[in-house]
């Protein structure tokens, strides 16, 4: 069994989420989404898939992967999107995207519905998170709960039943590609950078769970 990972462009790579499902014994199967010979037949022996990138969630391959979220969400598979993913499960869902403009290191606020999420365990009620935006959800598929909200993003965490998270920002980032982000929103510290890749980290180890 192993988890699908459809990276949607160069900055969705599986990154500190891949290695740390792979420490926790997960077999990690990355998709890359502009290689057709890389998109899976069926869903077959699949238990999880996770769709991430950066900027737009519009690609070629965008109707392929969104036929893939919904089977999943037929199976009971469990969904997570991150960054233009999350745009693409709403929209595969029957959500709707609008354009938007946020990059950089931006506020998350949880609501009392997040906070619940078992996904977010442990993560702080407000926090620093890295964010690479062109697109936000501007409506949720029917049934769809909010969880958290960005200045720039009302709908910046959500979830649809038990399976199905969105999030906007970047817990596959490390320092590295965290420091890179900060770049568009002004200068933050080395401290904060590595409080945010611990935050990723332990996202990432709700996630194999």
């Known amino acids: 069994m192993a988890i699908l990972y459809f990276e949607l462009a160069a900055d969705g790579a599986p990154g500190l989420l891949g290695r740390t499902l ?13 290689k057709a010979e890389t ?9 999880g898939i996770v769709v991430s990138g ?12 969104e036929a893939f979220v919904r089977e999943g969400c037929k199976r ?13 499960l709403a929209r595969a869902l ?26 977010f365990a442990g993560q702080r009620w407000t926090s620093e998170q890295p964010v ?6 501007t409506k949720l598929p029917e049934g769809g709960r909010v969880f958290g909200s960005t200045p720039g993003a009302k709908f910046a965490a959500w979830g649809l039943g038990p399976w199905v998270v969105g999030i ?24 904060s950078i590595a409080a945010i890749e611990r935050l990723g980290r332990l996202f990432a180890e709700r996630v194999s769970l």
């Open 132 to 137: 690479w935006n062109d697109e936000c959800v």
């Open 168 to 191: 906007d920002w970047h817990p596959e980032w490390d320092a590295k590609e965290i420091a890179e982000a900060a770049k568009a929103s002004g200068p933050v510290a080395a401290p």
């Open 76 to 88: 009971d598979i469990p969904v997570l999107g991150i960054g233009s993913g999350s745009r693409l």
């Open 54 to 65: 950066g900027g737009s969630s519009v690609g070629a391959s965008a109707a392929a992967i």
């Open 22 to 34: 792979r420490e926790f014994g997960q077999q990690v199967r990355q998709v890359e989404a502009h």
């Open 39 to 47: 998109m899976p037949l069926d869903l077959d022996e699949v238990h």
């Open 94 to 119: 029957g959500g709707e995207v609008g354009a938007a403009s946020e990059r950089g290191i931006v506020s998350v606020k949880l609501n009392a519905v997040g906070r619940e999420e078992p996904l």
